[in-house]
């Protein structure tokens, strides 16, 4: 069983295995365990609200640090900068990480879901 997917640079990601059981895997790593772990490492481990001044340059490292694990290139740090700042936001003003957590994993769960389904009706149609 291979766990992988291909995806071709420049075009839509479309899962190419032809297996339900590493689809349902590739959904539970991508929708859920994969924003789980950015939020639990970008906000909560790297955000501290012991001064002002440590919320600010941590925030501030953490965005750039999520930004670098995702981005090609500057304008995609920027843009990525971008992406993360409502997650930080809701984290910093709440002090909740499971409001950027479920966030996050909504925001996932829109990005990817049209992907799963595609994939796994096209495994049960052929």
Partial sequence: MNFSYYVEEDTVSIIVHNDIIPTFFYALMMIVMKPVAEEFFFRKALISFDSKSQTVIFTIISLILCALTRAHGPLGILEWIIMALPVTIAY???KN??????????????????????????????
């Fill in 97 to 126: 990480i499971y409001i950027s957590v479920m966030a996050h994993v909504l925001f996932e769960f829109y990005d990817n879901i049209y992907e799963v389904v595609y994939t796994v009706g096209r495994i049960l149609n052929r």
């Fill in 92 to 94: 910093i003003v709440t």
